[in-house]
C-alpha cells in the first residue's frame, strides 16, 4: 500500500455487501476513503499517512461464533475516531468488553430510531429519523466508558458512543438511501468527529494523476487499448494528457459494435483529442471464427482470443513499448484483496475479454485504480469527454456478439445494430436514457409468422431490455412506458426487413442475468 496524499478515513470490510458503498458516501462528502481487510493491522493503517479515522462495516457473520471476524486490538489505540455499523458496532462492543445476543426477534428493513441523548454523531438528525436495519444478533451490554444514544423498541443499544475516545457505533445502516438522514451522520463524523479535509474532487486528482504517471513512465511509451467504452477512454484521456505522443492506442474493430461506433472512435480520439491511434479492422476475421457456433461461452472465448491475438498484432507494429495501460477500477482491487473471496459459480465468462500473452514484458499503468465507476464518469467531464460517452450504459466486451442469440453473421449483426440504434434512439428522445442502468437488445434465433403490407413474412423476432440497478448485482427491469414501447416496435418493424416481431423482457435479475448470453 502507497501512501496517500489527502487526509483519509478507512473502511475496513467484515464481509458487508455494503463495504464499497460506505467508502463511496464518505467520497461524496469530498474526503478520500480506502478500503482494507478487516484484518489489516494497525501498522499497516499507519503506513498509508493522513488517516483520520475508521469505519467498521457490517458483515454476514455473527460475533458470538468461533472464528469470526476480528480487527486487530492495536486499533482501538491507535487513537482515531472508530465508527462501528452494525456487525462493526457488534465486533467493537464484544472485544471492548460488551456483550452480544442473539434475541429471538431480528430487526429488517424500515425503522425509526428515538434519539435520546445529544451526541455529535446526531447532529442535526431528527430525533425519530427513519433508518434501515439488517440484523439478527444485538448488542445486549456496553463496554465500560460507552452510553447509549438512540434505541428502537426491539433493540435498546441502536446507537452508542465512548465520546472520550471517540468510538461511535450504530445497529443500523446509514449508508443506504432507506436511511433517510445517513450522510447526514456519516458527515457528523467524517468532517466534525475525524475533522478530515474535504478536498478529495476529480480536479485536484486530475493534477495528481497527471504528476505520477509523469514520474512513472518517464520517456518511454505507453500502449492502450480502446474500446470506445467509458473506462478505457478515461484511462486513455488522461494519460495523454500526462504524456503525450508517448501514449499510443490501438482500437480493434471486432465488427460487433453499435452502429457508427467506429467511425465516432476514430474521428473522437484521433481527430478531436489528436492521440495515435492504431486501428484494425478485423471484422471478416471474427465473422469467419465464429461461423456455425451457437453455444454462448464458445462465442465468448472465441471473441476473447481472437481480440487478444488481434491486439497483440496491432502492438507489435506500435515500436517499443514499456507500458500497458489498462482501466482497472477500485473495486476490482477492492475485490481481489478481500480476504472473504468471491463467489465460486462461473455463470458466464466476463463481458470484458484480457488474457494478454504471457511473453509480453509490459508493466501495468492503471491511473483509474482509485476511482468509483461514479467518479470515473466525473472524471471522464473534466477532461472533456461528450455526455454522452461519459454517461453511457455499459456495453459488453464481445459487444453485439452476445446479443445476437444463435450464429453470428454479418446478415444478423447488421440487423441488430439497426434494431439497437432505434431503441437507443426513442429511449433518448423519452429522456428516459439517464434513468435506465442498462439498454438492450437480442436477436433471437426464432422465426414467427406476420402480416406485411399484403403478404405474409416469416422473419425473425427481436426482444428488447431495459433495466435498472446499482451494481449490477442485481437488476430490476424498467417500466417503459408504452407508447415508447410502441413507438420502438413499429419503427423496428417498418425499418428493419429481417424482424416482424418485438418482445419486451420484464424479467428481474435474478433469476436471469442482465445479458442473454
Known amino acids: 500500500m502507497s501512501k496517500v496524499i489527502h487526509d483519509c478515513v478507512v473502511v475496513l470490510d467484515f464481509g458487508a455487501q455494503y463495504s464499497q458503498l460506505i467508502a463511496r458516501r464518505v467520497r461524496e462528502l469530498g474526503v478520500y476513503s480506502q478500503i482494507l481487510p478487516f484484518n489489516a493491522t494497525a501498522d499497516e493503517i499507519r503506513a498509508l499517512g493522513n488517516v483520520k479515522g475508521i469505519i467498521f462495516s457490517g458483515g454476514p457473520a455473527s460475533v458470538t461464533q468461533e472464528g469470526s471476524p476480528r480487527p486487530d486490538s492495536e486499533v482501538f489505540r491507535m487513537g482515531l475516531p472508530i465508527f462501528g455499523i452494525c456487525y462493526g458496532l457488534q ?40 433508518v434501515w436495519m439488517s440484523h439478527g444478533d444485538r448488542v445486549a451490554s456496553i463496554p465500560e466508558g460507552f452510553r447509549q444514544i438512540a434505541r428502537t423498541e426491539s433493540c435498546p443499544y441502536t446507537a452508542v458512543e465512548d465520546r472520550k475516545r471517540n468510538f461511535y457505533g450504530v445497529q443500523f445502516h446509514p449508508e443506504v438511501v432507506h436511511s433517510l438522514e445517513g450522510q447526514k451522520m456519516l458527515r457528523n463524523f467524517v468532517i466534525d468527529i475525524c475533522h478530515a479535509n474535504a478536498d478529495w474532487n476529480m480536479g485536484s486528482f486530475i493534477n495528481e494523476a497527471v504528476d505520477a504517471i509523469r514520474e512513472e513512465v518517464g520517456d518511454k511509451n505507453v500502449l492502450c487499448g480502446l474500446s470506445g467504452g467509458v473506462d478505457s477512454s478515461v484511462a486513455a484521456l488522461l494519460i495523454h494528457k500526462a504524456i503525450g505522443d508517448q501514449l499510443v492506442c490501438v482500437f480493434v474493430n471486432n465488427g460487433m459494435l453499435r452502429k457508427g461506433e467506429a467511425e465516432n472512435v476514430l474521428s473522437l480520439f484521433g481527430q478531436h483529442f489528436n492521440i495515435r491511434l492504431q486501428y484494425a479492422d478485423a471484422e471478416d476475421a471474427f465473422l469467419a471464427a465464429l461461423k456455425g457456433k451457437t453455444d454462448p461461452e464458445d462465442k465468448r472465448k472465441t471473441i476473447g ?9 496491432e502492438a507489435r507494429k506500435c515500436g517499443d513499448i514499456s507500458y500497458l495501460a489498462q482501466g482497472t477500477l477500485y473495486p476490482d482491487i477492492v475485490e481481489s484483496r478481500s480476504p472473504f473471496g468471491g463467489p465460486t459459480a462461473t455463470i458466464k465468462s466476463h463481458h470484458n475479454v484480457g488474457g494478454l500473452p504471457s511473453d509480453l514484458k509490459w508493466k501495468l499503468l492503471e491511473p483509474l485504480k482509485e476511482l468509483f465507476k461514479d467518479e470515473v464518469r466525473a472524471l471522464g467531464k473534466e477532461l472533456g469527454l461528450p455526455d454522452e460517452l461519459v454517461n453511457r450504459h455499459p456495453f459488453p466486451g464481445p459487444g453485439l456478439g452476445v446479443r445476437c442469440i444463435g450464429e453470428v453473421t454479418k446478415e444478423r449483426l447488421d440487423a441488430l445494430r439497426e434494431i439497437d440504434a432505434i431503441f437507443i434512439d426513442e429511449i433518448r428522445k423519452a429522456g428516459l436514457y439517464g434513468e435506465i442502468w442498462q439498454a438492450l437488445a437480442d436477436l433471437l434465433p426464432v422465426k414467427s409468422v406476420g402480416v406485411q403490407g399484403d403478404e405474409r413474412t416469416y422473419r425473425e423476432v427481436c426482444t428488447l431490455r431495459a433495466v435498472t440497478s446499482q451494481d449490477a448485482m442485481t437488476a430490476d427491469w424498467y417500466r417503459l412506458p408504452y407508447d415508447v414501447m410502441q413507438k420502438c416496435a413499429s419503427r423496428i418493424c417498418n425499418e428493419v426487413s429481417a424482424v416482424n416481431r418485438v418482445l419486451y423482457d420484464i424479467t428481474s435479475k435474478p433469476p436471469a442475468t442482465i445479458e442473454w448470453e
Not at 112 to 127: H, M, Q, T, Y
Not at 305 to 313: A, G, I
Open 305 to 313: 482470443k481472437l481480440f487478444v491475438d488481434t491486439f497483440y498484432n
Open 91 to 130: 465486533v467493537m462492543s464484544k472485544m471492548l468488553g460488551g456483550e452480544v445476543e442473539c434475541p429471538e426477534h431480528k430487526e429488517y428493513g424500515i425503522a425509526n430510531i428515538d434519539i435520546i441523548a445529544a451526541s455529535p454523531l446526531f447532529e442535526g438528525v431528527s430525533r425519530n429519523s427513519q
